[in-house]
């Protein structure tokens, strides 16, 4: 007769896992522009009302770790990475205020890692527009905050990272042995992607490979 396998059941990892601060919407001051969205910019209609409503609903889960941990437990989830929602990477902005939100989206991201250190593990934001202040706030928050992974988008502002002015930012992170996730919003020249949902099933796969190739 066979024995019941007694084996603890593997940990359950979720890498792509997105928070947001709504609150920081107010500090743009009419700043934004559309073409800064590529994502929506080149998205229908339709798309952009299924997913203005989709946001709406999880809202909750995106800003309340209880919510988030319920969603968690029922899923079978252990652990998850949180990183800045993709509208919230704010590389349009100018420095320095692009350094100030990059840190009130870490502070909250360190913050809910700190209160549930068991259950989440913190992606940091960059400043990305500015490389040197990227590298300063990657030091920051991996000395500060303990984290060990960033999030940055497959390109900025269109500039890819090929270009020379990311190398020092690419020299500390292989230093600090810093894990990058890669994460596209929506692909810069998706004139042809605005049906079906385009933007999404297509663009960001392309604009994430589109930024591999060119890095390789």
């Known amino acids: 007769m066979s024995q019941p396998d007694q084996r603890r059941r593997p940990l359950v990892v979720d890498i792509h896992s997105h928070v947001s601060l709504p609150e920081l919407e107010a500090s743009l001051d009419g700043r934004f522009l559309p073409e800064y969205d590529p994502f929506s910019y080149y998205s229908g209609a339709v798309s952009n009302r299924y997913n203005a409503e989709h946001f709406s609903e999880i809202v909750p889960q995106l800003t309340q770790p209880a919510r988030r941990l319920e969603d968690m437990d029922r899923m079978g989830v252990d652990v998850q990475a949180i990183s800045v929602a993709p509208p919230q990477y704010y590389y349009w902005t100018e420095p320095d205020l692009g350094e100030q939100l ?10 809910i890692c700190q209160q549930h250190p068991a259950r989440f593990a913190g992606l940091g934001t960059l400043p990305m527009q500015d490389p040197a202040r990227a590298v ?81």
Do not use: K
């Not at 990059?102 to 913050?111: D, S």
């Not at 270009?163 to 994460?183: G, M």
């Not at 049906?195 to 060119?214: E, T």
């Open 136 to 216: 300063a706030e990657l030091d920051r928050i991996t000395q500060e905050y303990g984290f060990t992974g960033v999030e940055i988008c497959t390109n900025v502002n269109g500039a890819d990272y090929d270009h020379p002015r990311f190398e020092p930012f690419f020299a500390r992170a292989e230093e600090l042995q810093t894990l990058i996730v890669l994460h596209p919003h929506g692909y810069t020249d998706g004139l042809r992607l605005s049906a079906y949902y385009l933007s999404n099933v297509i663009g960001n796969p392309l604009d994430s490979s589109v930024a591999m190739a060119r890095m390789i």
């Open 102 to 111: 990059t840190r009130r989206l870490n502070e909250r991201i360190a913050q």
